[in-house]
Antibody, heavy 122, light 108 residues
Framework: EVQLVESGGGLVQPGGSLRLSCAAS????????MSWVRQAPGKGLEWLAN????????HYVDSVKGRFTISRDNAKNSLYLQMNSLRVEDTAVYYC???????????????WGQGTLVTVSS | EIVMTQSPATLSVSPGERVTLSCRAS??????LAWYQQKPGQAPRLLIY???TRATGIPARFSGSGSGTEFTLTISSLQSEDFAVYYC??????????FGQGTKVEIK
């Protein structure tokens, strides 16, 4: 069974840092692009970043560029999101998501983790 | 950035009714559009990709149509388990994917 399990969320002060992890199982992790998507309380979905199968290519939405870093360790079947200079508006549930690999023009997501809540507050 | 606009924001529907949700892109995304369903406290679930292809395990009552800038998700006969929020997502504008703000389908 395909599983994605996020961890690392919590309460952090503005300006602080947090590292999220996503443990993957039940599929060949190294064969898929992976992404992070977040959802602020009561709001919609926001795509944040993605990373190529071998980690050689990464992309970010402007709102997190320079503050967040996506990475992966294929030997550990794990995806990471290092978040620095956190702001109140970064408060959200953070999901890792697997690129299905079959959406013609780009990335759609066929598996999602349960999410981990990040709260940025003083 | 391609802006995805969904309408209506909320739809009040009775079980068994036919439901049509709309998604509009600020510029053409060709057929590079997906639909997701999200229930409270759960992660999104992929329903439709490439505008009209049902994902694995998705019931036939869900169908998608459209291309370019106008897209529709139709639920032919709403079941109790279909009350949820529905999101569209474009994946044409590499590598910056964007979601619509969602349409909530609630019980009338």
């Amino acid at each position: 069974e395909v599983q994605l399990v996020e961890s690392g969320g919590g309460l952090v002060q503005p300006g602080g840092s947090l590292r999220l992890s996503c443990a993957a199982s039940g599929f060949t992790f190294s064969s898929h692009w992976m992404s992070w998507v977040r959802q602020a309380p009561g709001k919609g979905l926001e795509w944040l970043a993605n990373i190529k199968q071998d980690g050689s290519e990464k992309h970010y939405v402007d709102s997190v560029k320079g503050r967040f870093t996506i990475s992966r360790d294929n030997a550990k079947n794990s995806l990471y999101l290092q978040m620095n200079s956190l702001r109140v508006e970064d408060t959200a549930v953070y999901y890792c998501a697997r690129d299905a690999g079959y959406c013609s023009g780009g990335s759609c997501y066929d598996r999602w983790g349960q999410g981990t809540l990040v709260t940025v507050s003083s | 950035e391609i802006v995805m606009t969904q309408s209506p924001a909320t739809l009040s529907v009775s079980p068994g009714e036919r439901v049509t949700l709309s998604c509009r892109a600020s510029q053409s995304v060709r057929s590079n559009l997906a639909w997701y369903q999200q229930k409270p406290g759960q992660a999104p679930r992929l329903l439709i990709y490439d505008a009209s292809t049902r994902a694995t395990g998705i019931p036939a009552r869900f169908s998608g149509s459209g291309s370019g800038t106008e897209f529709t998700l139709t639920i032919s006969s709403l079941q109790s388990e279909d009350f949820a929020v529905y999101y569209c997502q474009q994946y044409n504008n590499w590598p910056l994917w964007t979601f619509g703000q969602g349409t909530k389908v609630e019980i009338k």
